[in-house]
């Protein structure tokens, strides 16, 4: 059984930043599987803002986070991080973390191994 867990969320100030972390457990391999990061914020629909799609593969971000979010990994400890650098308002929504159903899929809001989120909130 494939368990996610997210931590690091918070309350910040605008420009200021956070690092949240997510540990899966159960995973054969763990650099094997896509990886990502998504976030939904109240009224939204959850969108994908960065992964890999396979351990040591150069990561993707969407345009909202380019330059002010960083995706890690740590393998050693089956952990998946985002570092989030210069935080905006617009940035608080719920961040989950999700991991492919195998290693050749990426996870989508449908598929895939999901936690149970973290809520990061930025105040103006």
């Known amino acids: 059984q494939v368990q996610v867990t997210e931590s690091g969320g918070g309350l910040v100030q605008a420009g200021g930043s956070l690092k949240l972390s997510c540990t899966i457990i159960g995973l054969p391999v763990f650099d094997w599987y896509p990886m990502a990061w998504f976030r939904q914020a109240p009224g939204k629909e959850r969108e994908k803002i960065a992964g890999f799609y396979t351990g040591g593969s150069r990561p993707y971000y969407a345009d909202s986070v380019k330059g002010r979010f960083t995706i890690s990994q740590d393998n050693a400890k089956n952990t998946l991080h985002l570092q989030m650098n210069s935080l905006k308002p617009e940035d608080t929504a719920m961040y989950y973390c999700?991991?492919?159903?195998?290693?050749?899929?990426?996870?989508?809001?449908?598929?895939?191994?999901w936690g149970q989120g973290t809520q990061v909130t930025v105040s103006s």
């Open positions: 999700a991991a492919g159903s195998d290693r050749w899929s990426c996870p989508t809001v449908g598929s895939g191994y």
